[in-house]
């Protein structure tokens, strides 16, 4: 039977003011919404620029509570337009504790939970993000809601392919993958998120920026952001270049038909992984 959910991923150019970084994120949303979207992921550190490019105390001062300006003010959209939101924001969790962190928001408005980035890149040449956030501390949890169980990987987590399988083994059933990726990981971005759709037999909607941020960084963020399916087919693209949305109708359905086919899990070898849990 089917379960079909329209979703959207939003991407915006992002070195700017907070103010019209998050008027961007809203006329994206309302847009998404307006085409029928019932939930819409958002890019990551969606609220202003990607500072990570340089390692400067004073974006210290960025940071907010999950009940901050931020959160709220995505609260009050997702409640307005009935949709389920992706928030991905700089989380100020304590004095000199952050975290890069995305909330999970409700048609309500209600926060049903938030992860934490696990994976915390130190390279170059614009991702000194050790300079700012602790490791994530929530582990790789999957949020039921109205538009499906969701789960989250923030960017260099895709890298890491246990954070695919945990969230599969956890329910997932879209996995939402937002990001400030440049092109010297073109390839990677078109071959990983579909491959682990396949490998995990689920949805992932993965999000990008948009644009150069100079003075921060010359690099350039390529957008390109795109949903697919969990046979690994790419359902939505959209350009490299401009404030978008794109959306597509996912058959939740689908889900099981495709692990009927590919018995990954069935198949899975717990027993014989435990190398993998020495450290070396």
Same mark, same amino acid.
């Given at each position: 039977m089917s379960r079909v /959910?329209?979703?959207?991923? @939003?991407?915006?150019? *992002?070195?700017? !003011?907070? $103010?019209?970084?998050?008027?961007?994120?809203?006329?994206?949303?309302?847009?998404?919404?307006?085409d029928g979207a019932q939930i819409i992921g958002l890019q990551e550190l969606c609220n202003g620029p =990607? %500072?990570?490019?340089?390692? $400067?105390?004073k974006w210290f001062a960025w940071a907010e509570p999950d009940d901050g300006r931020t959160v709220?003010?995505?609260?009050?959209?997702?409640?307005?337009?009935? +949709?389920v939101l992706v928030v991905p924001f700089f989380e100020k969790a304590a004095p000199g504790l952050y975290f890069n962190t995305a909330v999970v928001l409700e048609t309500d408005g209600s926060v049903v939970g938030k992860y934490r980035k696990n994976h915390i890149p130190q390279?170059?040449?614009? =991702?000194?993000?050790?300079?700012?956030?602790a490791p994530g501390d929530l582990g790789y949890p999957v949020f039921?809601?109205? @538009?499906?169980?969701? *789960? +989250?990987?923030?960017? =260099?987590?895709?890298? %890491?392919?246990? #954070?695919?399988?945990?969230?599969?083994?956890?329910?997932?059933?879209? #996995?939402f993958n937002p990001s400030?990726?440049?092109?010297?990981?073109?390839?990677?971005? $078109?071959?990983?998120?579909?491959?682990?759709?396949? @490998?995990? *037999? =689920?949805?992932?909607?993965?999000?990008?920026? /948009?644009? +150069?941020?100079?003075?921060?960084? !010359?690099?350039? %963020? %390529?957008?390109s952001s795109y949903l697919c399916g969990p046979r690994g087919e790419v359902l939505a693209r959209a350009g490299e270049d401009k404030d978008e949305f794109v959306a597509a109708d996912l058959d939740l359905a689908q889900i099981e038909e495709a692990r009927g086919v590919w018995q990954f899990y069935r198949d899975r070898r717990p027993d014989s992984y435990q190398d993998l849990l020495r450290l070396t």
């Open positions: /959910v329209r979703a959207a991923v @939003a991407q915006a150019y *992002g070195n700017t !003011s907070k $103010d019209e970084a998050l008027q961007r994120q809203v006329a994206l949303v309302e847009a998404a919404a307006a =990607y %500072f990570c490019a340089e390692q $400067d105390p709220s003010l995505m609260a009050g959209l997702a409640r307005r337009l009935g +949709v390279l170059g040449p614009c =991702y000194w993000e050790k300079f700012f956030f039921r809601t109205s @538009a499906g169980r969701i *789960g +989250v990987a923030i960017c =260099y987590d895709r890298h %890491f392919p246990e #954070v695919w399988r945990a969230l599969g083994l956890n329910g997932a059933e879209i #996995v400030a990726t440049s092109d010297y990981a073109r390839r990677a971005w $078109d071959l990983e998120q579909p491959s682990q759709a396949l @490998a995990n *037999g =689920y949805f992932v909607a993965a999000i990008n920026r /948009v644009g +150069v941020e100079e003075p921060l960084s !010359s690099v350039h %963020f %390529f957008g």
